[in-house]
């Protein structure tokens, strides 16, 4: 009897231990789970962080948060081809800037032929397409509003007050070219569903003209290098951005690596091919606000 009663004895301990082992991984369990559950309010305060430098004005906002490109800079900065493809629009076409700030560019654009001589190159056409600028703050200045009152708002238009993501496709028609100079396409925090939005706006045959700093570079990467904005596989693995533009249904992706500017850039044009677009589906892992922000995105499988 002595020998059973110290089985049970044995077996009473050992399933204690059992429970009090269970105890322990499911508190540590939660505690993992306790651990995770900050992200969306970090991202949420990031988001918030990034909406201050969008409103920032005067003494208020950082200095790299540039909002008055002119057009000779988007001439330098953007894939070539664009001045050219600016050059051959017609009075009936159209033309959308996102990310405008204060919209210099397009005032380069229908300023007389003897100003501005840096940007001649990129408006050579005689007839001005039609062009619109989008800016989430409004900036627009004194000599926008005279110049856009000279031509009227069927020539010039200004948008603010919204993300792309918010206007319908009634609000803004169709276009022939669209350009991003550190607009959207390097601050978003949805980067498909930006993309998307751009190829629904695109004639079948017009360009999307943009570029993105700090990024993995289809020709490779020298050591060392800070990257801005990372993309992943759905395993976790690096994902380069055109890459994965190149998955993209109905649309030819054509990329052009600046490993010797001050951070390894790609400049970025996508011509629409057919009307079926679709961007495989990327979701936001992480956020630092910035100018422009640090993100990284995972592939959803």
């Not at 395993?235 to 055109?242: D, F, L, S």
């Not at 044009?269 to 079926?276: F, L, T």
Request: hydrophobic fraction near 35%.
């Amino acid at each position: 009897m002595r020998s059973v009663k110290s089985s049970v004895q044995g077996w009473k301990a050992a399933a204690a231990r059992r429970t009090v082992l269970i105890i322990i991984v499911q508190t540590l369990g939660l505690q993992a789970g306790w651990s995770q559950e900050p992200a969306q309010p970090r991202l949420d305060e990031e988001f918030k962080k990034q909406e201050k430098i969008y409103r920032s004005r005067g003494a208020d906002r950082p200095g790299g948060y540039v909002i008055n490109r002119g057009l000779s800079d988007y001439a330098e900065l953007l894939p070539s081809g664009f001045c050219d493809a600016l050059g051959r629009l017609g009075s009936s076409d159209r033309w959308l800037d996102i990310g405008a700030g204060a919209a210099q560019a397009i005032l380069d654009y229908y300023a007389p032929a003897d100003d501005a001589a840096p940007a001649q190159k990129c408006r050579r056409s005689a007839e001005k397409a039609r062009a619109v600028a989008m800016s989430i703050e409004d900036r627009r200045t004194d000599k926008w509003r005279e110049q856009a009152a000279r031509l009227g708002d069927d020539r010039m238009r200004y948008l603010s007050g919204k993300r792309l993501r918010q206007y319908s496709p009634e609000e803004l028609g169709k276009f022939q070219i669209i350009t991003d100079v550190f607009g959207g396409f390097s601050y978003t925090e949805d980067l498909s569903r930006f993309v998307g939005k751009v190829l629904s706006l695109l004639e079948v045959g017009g360009g999307f003209y943009t570029l993105v700093p700090g990024v993995h570079l289809e020709g490779g990467d020298k050591l060392g290098t800070w990257y801005l904005t990372e993309l992943e596989n759905a395993a976790g693995r690096p994902e380069k951005v055109c890459s994965w533009l190149k998955k993209c249904t109905c649309a030819k992706v054509t990329c052009e690596s600046k490993s010797d500017w001050k951070r390894p850039t790609e400049l970025i044009n996508i011509r629409k091919v057919c009307s079926d677009t679709s961007v495989p589906r990327m979701k936001l892992v992480e956020f630092q606000a910035g100018y422009p922000p640090d993100r990284r995105f995972q592939l959803e499988r």
